[in-house]
């Protein structure tokens, strides 16, 4: 079993900065391919950034240059960093860790932490 706990969300003028913070907890989370996901009000949840346990990342176009996604293996915590907040990044983020199984991947989801960026 994984169990996903994000913090660091808030309230954040546009063009700020925060750091979200995934820790987790259960086997085989080197293995897995981390990411972050979010939900705007009304809207579809969407992939955000990934990181594999090679540590390859990918992004969402509307965040490249933007955020910056991470890990620690030792401490099994996931990190997004993000700069030059927008209005539009204002969302639930979720983190994600897809665990290898014997021929597939199971999904685990923490609770979310709400981003607002607002003047």
Known sequence: QVQLVESGGGLVQPGGSLRLSCAASGS????????????????QRELVA???STGST???ESVKGRFSISRDNAKNRVYLQMNSL???????YYCNAKVPMFTSTRDYWGQGTQVTVSS
Not at 28 to 43: D, I
Not at 86 to 92: F, I, R, S, W
């Open 28 to 43: 085989r989370l080197s293995s897995s391919t981390m990411g972050w996901y979010r939900q705007a009000p009304g809207k």
């Open 58 to 60: 990918d992004y969402v």
């Open 50 to 52: 990934t990181i594999t």
């Open 86 to 92: 927008k209005p539009e990044d204002t969302a639930n």
